[in-house]
């Protein structure tokens, strides 16, 4: 079956915020920015998407090939769909050539990519709206609410990377698997905000309403995306969570940008 119109087309844009959550060894969600998702066919019930920069989640595919997928576009539409990658890894071929000429691979040393997989959609989600005024209104929400949470708890991450899930323009995603299910969720998390060095306060919102199933000690990765581009991950448990409001005790973090693309830092 075709994949929904609305969904097909915000995954054929390019050049916009798309990310994937996979499942590792231990168990644990990892979610990586991939800006080569993209969409084959109208008729096609698959995306396709290159490998680049993709450290932990290549090991996590070998392991566990269930993802979590999402797109969000500037205007901050945005889809989530789970499925599974189909093990077929090609360095040629119309998937590796149709990745390889997009501008955003074909003229940046970086962002060439090596080979091609696609990734068969189970469900895909209703395409979403993020409205500006709501993230204004968490984040001011969240920041009102985390004044409880400074005790000093979990790891402490490096100065330059609290300051990029400080930013407002930033696009902030949660990934998690949740309780009784095999596949990995990925939501927009736009009110994610740092109450220290150590720990994330957010809100569940009228976008991510799913959010509400996470659970005290469940693990989670949260990703930042900021205009630079900058991208960053961190991973920690959550803690004091009320189904509308918690916090991320910190235990570890990852530049996921090059040139240190996956390499930890606390």
Do not use: C
Not at 16 to 33: E, H, L, Q, W, Y
Not at 158 to 187: C, N, R
Not at 221 to 246: E, R, W
């Amino acid at each position: 079956m075709a994949l929904p119109k609305e969904f097909y087309d915000l995954y054929s844009e390019p050049m916009i915020a798309k990310f994937m959550a996979t499942v590792g060894p231990d168990n644990r969600p990892n979610v990586s920015f991939v800006a080569s998702i993209d969409t084959w066919k109208p008729e096609s019930d698959f995306l396709i998407f290159g490998e680049f920069l993709m450290v932990k989640t290549q090991e996590n595919l070998k392991h566990n090939k269930k993802v979590g997928l999402l797109a969000v576009n500037l205007g901050l539409s945005f889809a989530q769909a789970i499925g599974d990658f189909n093990g077929d890894w090609v360095n040629k071929g119309p998937y590796f050539d149709k990745i390889s000429y997009n501008d955003m691979f074909r003229y940046n040393a970086y962002t060439k990519i090596r080979k091609a997989g696609t990734i068969a959609v189970k469900t895909s989600y209703p395409r979403d709206q993020i409205g500006k005024l709501t993230i204004v209104k968490e984040l001011v929400s969240v920041k009102t609410r985390m004044r409880r949470f400074r005790d000093g708890a979990g790891v402490e991450i490096p100065l330059t990377v609290k300051k990029k899930y400080d930013q407002m323009p930033a696009i902030k995603a949660i990934a998690y698997i949740p309780e009784g299910e095999a596949y990995p969720f990925v939501s927009p998390a736009m009110s994610v905000y740092p109450v220290d060095r150590r720990s994330l306060a957010f809100a569940v919102s009228s976008y991510n309403t799913d959010l509400a199933r996470l659970k005290d000690g469940q693990h989670v990765a949260v990703m930042v995306l900021t205009m630079d581009p900058i991208v960053y991950q961190v991973k920690g448990t959550v803690d004091s969570f009320n189904g509308k409001f918690g916090r991320i005790v910190l235990t570890e973090a990852f530049s996921s940008s090059p040139p240190l693309a996956g390499k930890k830092i606390a």
